[in-house]
């Protein structure tokens, strides 16, 4: 695969409203080395399964999106693509400026000093980091993450005005039903919600498709 101009991704999402500040556009990228017990899409560990997309696909994507604050990047592991995702953000924001958050279970000392020149490439243009490895023995009712090890950095300062007047609670959950199933984004409130939720729908005959942060 060309790592500078494709991306292999699990799922995009065109508005959510519960995974950053404002409405945003999100990314999961396809590929973890950490497989964190309790993550909530393990489907996206493997680094050959989702679909190989171009970035200039994703940055037309991204382009025709009207009313989006920004572009979150979750996983899988947005750190295992980092030359493809700078392509990305650096097509993205000479048309338009989008603001970037990106999860990690990286940490961000690690990447700052340890991590290659395309991870610290990314972290560069990075405004917003959630970072650290979902622990489920500390899960937490927080902002946009799962456990109370990962911390939320404001890297550029982009997001500062909007963090000092949140609450560090969770966003909730935004739940979609389809032809599919019910489909739902977010970090969910507590360890073990996810499988009480889908042991409740499977009674009646319906479905539970997942993206989102944190378990």
Do not use: K
Request: hydrophobic share 35%.
């Amino acid at each position: 695969m060309d790592q500078r101009n494709q991306l292999r991704i699990f799922r995009r999402q065109d508005r959510t409203a519960v995974l950053g500040p404002g409405t945003r556009a999100v990314i999961w990228v396809q590929g973890c080395p950490f497989g964190c017990p309790g993550c909530i899409v393990p489907e996206s560990w493997p680094s050959d399964g989702g679909q190989i997309v171009s970035v200039n696909e994703l940055s037309d994507w991204l382009l025709e999106l009207p009313e989006i604050e920004g572009l979150t990047l979750s996983g899988g592991e947005p750190m295992q693509q980092p030359e493809a995702l700078c392509e990305l953000l650096d097509s993205v924001r000479a048309e338009r400026d989008l603001g970037v958050m990106c999860y990690t279970g990286y940490r961000h000392e690690d990447l700052l000093h340890r991590g290659s020149p395309a991870q610290q490439a990314l972290l560069e243009r990075i405004d917003l980091l959630v970072d650290g490895p979902y622990i489920r023995h500390r899960h937490a009712e927080l902002l946009w993450r799962g456990s109370s090890n990962q911390r939320l950095l404001d890297l550029s300062g982009l997001y500062a005005e909007v963090l000092a007047e949140l609450a560090d609670d969770s966003a909730g959950l935004e739940l979609e039903l389809d032809n599919e199933g019910l489909f739902f984004t977010g970090v969910p409130p507590r360890s073990g919600f996810l499988e009480q939720l889908s042991a409740g729908l499977a009674s009646r005959g319906i479905s539970l498709r997942r993206e989102g942060d944190g378990e």
